[in-house]
């Protein structure tokens, strides 16, 4: 499953936002096993943004960061404890723009079944993983219909276990199922993909 990922990826041509939006980057971390599992977080309900949402882990691109890999990567290790050398880069996903106006490159990575990640408490209320398959079934809850600065933006939500995974996170779960997997799930085009979306 995750070498068809791997092959897909490497032919995609993800898009890329022309935008002068300051960036961010995400890692959709995914287990190296039969049935890979996705790494999601819950961000602390102190936050000033997103708080208590479902997210990747991720996040702005510091000035001395050298590239947008580079943000995710140090994010991901700030956030949950997952060391850079042991993710597997396979690459990344379309560029989106989140409702704070930051462009966001998702990357996606594959980490090893057995490891062992620690959520940091300054961030993130928990930390836990979805099999790809319940994403795969398309067993949403629903379709949510966001208008957000005069455009239109369709949102699947999921409920796993309590946690409900909605927003840039699960579009961006449904791009990486529709491109690695051929899933075929119904997605309407964000704005920002549209002719003069930003």
Do not use: C
Not at 3 to 32: F, G
Not at 72 to 99: F, H, N, W, Y
């Amino acid at each position: 499953m995750l070498e068809l990922l791997r092959h897909r990826l490497a032919d995609y041509r993800p898009r890329r936002l022309l935008s002068e939006r300051p960036n961010a980057s995400v890692l959709i971390a995914l287990t190296d096993e039969a049935e890979p599992q996705v790494i999601l977080t819950r961000r602390a309900s102190h936050l000033s943004t997103h708080r208590g949402e479902v997210a990747f882990p991720g996040g702005k691109q510091d000035e001395t960061d050298p590239d947008l890999l580079y943000t995710a990567l140090r994010e991901a290790q700030e956030e949950i404890g997952l060391e850079p050398g042991l993710v597997d880069v396979l690459g990344p996903l379309g560029q989106v723009m989140s409702k704070h106006q930051l462009q966001v490159t998702p990357w996606v990575g594959i980490v090893p079944q057995d490891v062992i990640l620690t959520p940091s408490l300054a961030e993130l209320e928990s930390l836990f993983r979805v099999p790809l398959s319940f994403f795969m079934e398309d067993r949403r809850q629903r379709t949510d219909i966001v208008r957000f600065r005069g455009m239109t933006h369709y949102v699947p939500a999921y409920e796993y276990n309590g946690y409900v995974i909605w927003g840039l996170t699960a579009y961006m779960l449904v791009e990486l199922l529709n491109v690695g997997f051929d899933a075929g799930i119904p997605m309407k085009p964000r704005p920002e993909h549209e002719p003069g979306g930003y």
